[in-house]
């Protein structure tokens, strides 16, 4: 229900700096050539016969850029794919289960502050207290059910209750303390549709269809079904060594208010307008929606309910979400400064990075931001050692040595890439991730490494030696 946790702590090999010719030449540039530009990135890995096909939409203001299909939503019958097909979604699905309980909220049936036994009663909470808040953000502890090999096994059963997947997540210990850290969890939106059901008397199925898609005419989105026949689905593959195969089943009993919502790139641009437009919530509760809360010590995290709020791989402040299921990947984005919407829905899991991908025709459109780092001129044997604490799905260990070349940091088993200084205990690690260090007193080595890679903030702490 969302690109493995690989993805969002891969060490990239070096800093990305914007090349001083970039703005320039891009603002030179004609809209007619933007678009063909798009237009060519978009189709590229459908000529590479990466994916069967993807639907695009890129608007700025009142002005459609770019909305088009490309390759095939059914390889057997060639059916092409359309600009309005339906996708899968995956985890885009948790912005709406967000939403959902905001305004719950807002009709006084919820309280963000609640432990979540106030609404789920037999839930095992471990003697941990969970605050609703901290379901939304991805702070709860709780452990994910996707990496859990039980979940796993239960995906494409049809004939077992919905809470089954609650029995599976809640008797595995917390990865954290509530409000210590941040590891993306599926779970925590399952338990969210649990309480959606809870508190407003209807299905999550009917309550978001009902009360967020109708509202809004979003007449190409729906609750996924597996048997109800949809006009112009596409239909999801995967890629293989062999070539294009179909998907995996996957019943949506299970992905539930997580990940378990359809829609179309079109859809899709509406509920982007409408819900950072202000038609969905009011001010006070949409700012709640994309202001990160702090952990629990106060430490600053850039994810916030059920968005991602860190900047883009080009530095650019920009609002959004990926998802990933079976047989589709899906990338939205917002970019508030410039009005810009960019949605990319593919019918095709593999090689394919969506947000890569958004990148690159962001790129057309916008200039990147510089992001300048030093070498460090510290002492290097206050941070080199090795860092270890929970991740998404295992533990995570991250060695840092000093070099001629200066401090590199990288798992065990991989590349080290470059830690670049910006100030003080602070460092980037790749264009995204931030790196910062805490020492015990103003001197001695660091003790804790926080890794924050935007839709996770990982607290690693020194080993022995």
């Not at 509530?178 to 399952?190: F, K, M, T, V």
């Not at 007449?219 to 026949?229: A, D, F, H, M, P």
């Not at 916008?366 to 290097?380: E, K, S």
């Not at 839709?455 to 030696?465: F, T």
Request: glycine fraction near 10%; include cysteine; aromatic fraction near 8%.
């Amino acid at each position: 229900m969302h690109p493995p946790a690989s993805i969002l702590v891969r060490l990239v090999a070096a800093i990305t700096l914007l090349a001083p010719a970039a703005a320039p030449a891009q603002a030179q540039l004609s809209r007619e050539r933007k678009i063909a530009i798009m237009d060519s990135i978009a189709e590229s890995p459908v000529l590479e016969r990466r994916v069967a096909g993807l639907a695009v939409a890129v608007i700025q203001g009142a002005d459609t850029l770019l909305y088009k299909g490309y390759g095939k939503a059914d390889l057997e019958w060639e059916v092409p794919m359309a600009a309005d097909a339906v996708f899968e979604i995956g985890s885009v699905t948790k912005q709406f289960t967000a939403a959902a309980i905001l305004r719950l909220r807002d009709q006084g049936k919820l309280d963000l502050d609640a432990d979540l036994t106030a609404y789920l009663p037999d839930y095992p909470s471990q003697g941990h207290r969970i605050p609703v808040r901290r379901l939304l953000d991805h702070t709860s502890g709780i452990k994910g059910a996707t990496e859990i090999a039980a979940f796993g096994r239960i995906r494409g059963r049809e004939d077992l209750p919905r809470d089954s997947a609650l029995k599976i997540f809640a008797a595995v210990p917390f990865d954290f303390t509530p409000g210590e850290a941040l590891i993306y969890n599926n779970s925590a939106y399952i338990l969210l549709g649990h309480i959606i059901e809870k508190v407003s008397g209807m299905s999550y199925e009917d309550y978001v269809e009902k009360e967020l898609f109708a509202p809004l005419g979003m007449l190409r989105s729906s609750y996924c079904s597996n048997t109800e026949v949809i006009a112009r689905r596409a239909h999801g593959y995967r890629l293989t060594p062999n070539g294009l195969m179909h998907k995996d089943h996957t019943s949506h009993l299970w992905p539930f208010s997580a990940g378990s919502l359809c829609s179309s790139a079109g859809d899709l641009v509406t509920w982007l307008r409408a819900l950072h437009g202000g038609e969905v919530l009011p001010e006070p509760s949409y700012r709640a929606m994309i202001t990160p809360a702090p952990l629990s010590d106060g430490t600053p995290v850039r994810y916030a309910m059920g968005l991602s709020v860190a900047p883009d791989v080009g530095g650019r402040p920009a609002i959004g979400h990926g998802g990933g299921i079976a047989g589709y990947l899906t990338e939205t984005r917002y970019y508030p400064a410039e009005d810009l919407i960019v949605v990319m829905l593919v019918n095709t899991a593999g090689n394919l990075s969506p947000s890569a991908l958004s990148n690159e025709i962001v790129d057309v459109l916008l200039p990147r931001v510089p992001i300048v780092t030093h070498r460090f001129t510290g002492d290097p044997s206050a941070l080199v050692g090795t860092y270890a604490g929970p991740a998404r799905g295992r533990p995570l260990t991250i060695t840092v040595t000093s070099t001629a070349d200066g401090l590199q940091a990288g798992p065990a088993g991989s590349r080290p890439s470059p830690l670049g200084w910006t100030d003080e205990w602070s460092f980037r690690l790749g264009p995204v991730q931030i790196v910062t260090f805490e020492r015990e007193g103003d001197s001695g080595p660091a003790t804790v490494m926080r890794v924050d890679g935007g839709g996770s903030h990982y607290v690693l702490r020194r080993q022995a030696r």
